[in-house]
């Protein structure tokens, strides 16, 4: 499975600052995502990063609040920005990896803990 | 709707074994997955099960799937301390990961 790694792994930070997150994979990946997971909740997913275009976004997620990066296909970065309490979570980036009989599942990185004051 | 649903607590003594449910919505899912979240740390992939299948063992862990109820469950056998975490199953909807709440297994010695 590849290997994933996160820049900051913690972070404290004032609110209306902005934060960018970087993710490091040791392999080239075709699809690498976003998640928040926000205090003693589950995971729910930001976007996916597209290597060469603009990442896709969910619902009630948009560009202008988590701006992203996917310079290439071991790469990307996630900013959050102009910050509010609200915005406390831990942010994860993951990839896809192929498991048998056509499937695929994703990998986790440690993650990235954010409290904004 | 696209919830998929978990207790959220289980508490078991060490050596016991845990049995930790869950209910997804979507009958097309491939594959299912089982996560385990250890405290500050990254989320680790546990086991999965193909939908073809109606029970996967691998060591300590037993996985069953009920496609009729979409239900699954992951069993734990002779728990320990160690397992003490919060366990998240996933189902793999539209090529997106959709999780449940979590359930926080507590192992008392």
């Known amino acids: 499975s590849a290997v994933i790694s996160q820049k900051p792994s913690r972070d404290i930070c004032q609110r209306g600052t902005s934060l960018t997150i970087q993710c490091q994979v040791d392999?080239?990946?075709?699809?690498m995502f976003w998640y928040r997971q926000q205090p003693g909740q589950s995971l729910t997913l930001i976007a996916t990063?597209?290597?060469?275009?603009?990442?896709?976004?969910e619902s009630g997620f948009v560009i202008d609040k988590f701006p992203i990066s996917r310079p290439n296909l071991t790469f990307s970065t996630l900013t959050v920005s102009n910050m509010s309490p609200e915005d406390s979570s831990i942010y994860l980036c993951?990839?896809?990896?192929?498991?048998?009989?056509?499937?695929?599942?994703?990998?986790f990185g440690p993650g990235t803990r954010l409290l904004v004051l | 709707g696209e919830d998929v649903e978990q207790s959220l607590f289980l508490s078991v003594r060490e050596g016991d074994s845990s049995v930790i449910n869950c209910t997804y919505t979507?009958?097309?899912?491939?594959?299912l997955y089982w996560y385990k979240q250890e405290p500050g740390a990254g989320l680790q992939l546990l086991t999965y099960?193909?939908?073809?299948?109606d029970m996967k063992q691998d060591q300590r862990l037993t996985v069953l799937l009920n496609k009729k109820d979409k239900h699954l469950s992951l069993r734990i056998a002779d728990t320990q301390t160690g397992d003490s975490a919060i366990y998240f199953c996933?189902?793999?909807?539209?090529?997106?990961?959709?999780f449940g709440q979590g359930t926080e297994l507590s192992v008392k010695p």
């Open positions: 993951s990839v896809t990896d192929p498991l048998g009989q056509g499937g695929e599942t994703q990998y």
């Open positions: 392999s080239q990946v075709t699809m």
């Open positions: 990063a597209n290597q060469g275009s603009e990442a896709t976004y």
């Open positions: 979507d009958s097309s899912s491939t594959y």
């Open positions: 099960i193909f939908s073809n299948m």
């Open positions: 996933a189902e793999a909807q539209g090529g997106k990961l959709i």
